[in-house]
Structure formats: structure tokens, C-alpha cells
């Protein structure tokens, strides 16, 4: 098992940034490849980021060269930076975790859910 608690969100002007934090519990965190996905108002959950085990990372399209995933494994921590924001990216930022297919841009491929945060970026 494995209990994921986003915080980091919050409302910043467009051009501006945050961090988003993903707390994990559980020994084996190492373990899982871990995910970011987001849902705005009136659409589906789409994939931003994941990053593996191994450090290995796979971005969408709409966020490469803005956003940025990283890990700390001793802290059982992932990270989202975001940069550039732009209104488009107001969402709520889920956190996930996998133990199968690391590195997936499909939701149900990960085993695990956090309540996410909010991101709302003004113009």
C-alpha cells in the first residue's frame, strides 16, 4: 500500500511558478515508478510527467521544457516544478504511483492516487 498527499498549489500569475510536492509512505517507494496527471474544469485527466525508479522521465508535450519531475527517494518524495505557467495549465495536479508499467502517460496503469492540489494561473 502505498498513500500519496499532494501540497505545493496554489494561485500565481501567468509566467510564474510552483512547486508541486507528492509525500509518499510506505518502504518501498523506490519502487514505484510515479506519475502527474491533471484534470481542468471540463475536461479529462491528461498525463504531464513521470519519472522511474531508475530516474528516467517522460513528459507531455504541452509541458516539456516548462515543467520538470524529479525524485527523492530517501525523503519518499516526487516533485513537479512548474515554470511558464500559463492559464491553460489551471488544473487539479494528481499525484500517482505504479508498480508495473513505469513511465506511462495512462492513468490506469497506476495502482495508487493522491487527493490532488489545486493550480490556478491568472492572466
Avoid at 49 to 61: C, E, K, L, Q, R
Avoid at 99 to 116: E, H, I, K, M, P
Wanted: glycine content about 14%.
Amino acid at each position: 500500500q502505498v498513500q500519496l498527499v499532494e501540497s505545493g498549489g496554489g494561485l500565481v500569475q501567468a509566467g510564474g511558478s510552483l512547486r508541486l510536492v507528492c509525500a509518499a509512505s510506505g518502504r518501498t517507494f523506490s519502487h514505484y515508478g510515479m506519475g502527474w496527471f491533471r484534470r481542468a474544469p471540463g475536461k479529462e485527466r491528461e498525463f504531464v510527467a513521470a519519472i522511474g525508479t531508475s530516474g528516467g522521465t517522460n513528459y507531455a508535450d504541452s509541458v516539456k521544457g516548462r515543467f520538470t519531475i524529479s525524485r527523492d527517494n530517501a525523503r519518499n518524495t516526487v516533485y513537479l516544478q512548474l515554470s511558464s505557467l500559463e492559464p491553460e495549465d489551471t488544473a487539479v495536479y494528481y499525484c500517482a504511483a505504479t508498480g508495473s508499467y513505469q513511465l506511462s502517460r495512462t492513468a490506469g496503469w497506476y495502482d495508487y492516487w493522491g487527493q490532488g492540489t489545486q493550480v490556478t494561473v491568472s492572466s
